[in-house]
């Protein structure tokens, strides 16, 4: 399969497979001043490309995480339980339904579909928007995106011995999908009606352009796989300075009561900061979508966009993940009584 990254999501960790389609945008719910970043490539950002071993974090992240729930340990275990309860309810109806549980919306009927979706689009954290781009239209970015290559053999991409994901971020087909009209409009819909803010928020509903790399998978390549991971900051999301800014993004969670999160509403988050310490891949862009334009045809399993469905829920599961850790006699982990509240000077757990 082949894709152009084209819009600014709310991405969360793996689960069910999706079926993306051609002609489509897959739509996933986004600083100080830093030293220009190196150049690198797609393995510069995640560790599972990278070959490198996983650090424990410092020390300071301990005390820093127990700090967050200070006071609330009681309702932070309470409502530990009940998002496992949630979420063996909810992982089940996906399991059921596979990549059917993502809305999918026409773009002949956009404003209508959105509309009617919303309450599930703002559930799952994701959408399939159909017919964005005409097929053959789509077909020609790809085409010239390999002329471009064939002429320009130095491109830095990734694996080297197989190219997979090129740094490309300003070539004229990229810049020609960015600005396509119905790109524009299918932005503009998702934004404004999808997220709220309140009135006094210093944020812009109407799309800018990101430019972010592309992707062209090799038919039948097995070998290039991003693990899990959440876009948009990293420890950032349990620093005071990071996401504790403008009220604090997560304060629902971190005082026991996760279900009173709102992923779509941005008035904190406008004050977050998700780069603070400039890593390859961090951003300091608020992304309010990720975007993904597909330009060839592809099936389950083809290198399809793979993302849990449930935006609230795993969000609250991996912020609350550090402070439980599993009985050793645990027999399965999705069970209350499998876990146990953290405490004392163990080391810091990574999110």
């Known amino acids: 399969m082949s894709r152009l990254a084209t819009l600014p999501r709310c991405r969360t960790p793996s689960l069910p497979r999706l079926q ?32 490198t071993a996983r650090e424990p974090l410092p020390d300071r992240f301990r005390t820093l995480k127990q700090d967050l729930v200070a006071g609330h340990e009681d309702a932070v275990v309470k409502s530990w339980g009940r998002l496992l309860r949630a979420l063996r309810e909810e ?30 689009i703002r559930k799952r954290g994701a959408a399939v928007v159909r017919g964005v781009v005409d097929e053959d239209e789509a077909r020609a970015y790809k085409d010239e995106i390999e002329a471009y290559v064939r002429k320009n053999p130095s491109t830095k991409a990734f694996p080297a011995d197989n ?14 999908a960015r600005a396509h009209p119905n790109m524009l409009k299918t932005q503009a819909a998702l934004m404004r009606e999808l997220w709220h803010a309140s009135p006094g928020a210093a944020i812009s509903m109407q799309p800018l352009t990101y430019a972010d790399r592309l992707r062209i998978r090799q038919p ?15 420890v950032e999301r349990w620093e005071r300075d990071g996401y504790g800014r403008g009220g604090g993004t997560y304060d629902a969670v971190f005082r026991g009561d996760w ?4 992923p779509w509403d941005v008035t904190a988050r406008v004050e977050a900061v998700q780069d603070l310490y400039n890593g390859a891949g961090a951003c300091s862009m608020f992304r309010m979508f990720q975007g993904w334009l597909s330009i060839s045809a592809c099936g389950p399993r083809e290198g399809t966009l793979l993302v849990n469905p449930l935006v609230r829920h795993s969000t609250a599961y991996f912020l609350l993940r550090p402070f439980f850790r599993p009985r050793r006699d645990a027999a399965e982990a999705g069970r209350e009584g499998s876990w146990r509240r953290r405490t004392g000077r163990s080391r810091a757990a990574r999110p």
């Open 91 to 120: 992982n089940a109806t996906i399991a059921a339904k596979g990549p059917a549980i993502i809305p999918s919306v026409d773009f002949r009927n956009l404003d209508g579909d959105v509309e009617r979706l919303k309450g599930e």
């Open 220 to 234: 039948g390549d097995a070998t290039f796989a991003l693990g899990p991971h959440v876009d948009g900051g990293s």
């Open 163 to 176: 190219p997979q994901v090129y740094e490309l971020y300003w070539s004229l087909p990229q810049l020609k």
């Open 20 to 51: 993306a389609q051609r002609r489509s945008v897959m739509m996933g719910a986004a600083a100080p001043h830093h030293a220009p970043k190196k150049e690198g490539d797609i393995s510069s950002v995640f560790v599972s490309l990278s070959g």
């Open 259 to 262: 279900e009173a999160y709102d």
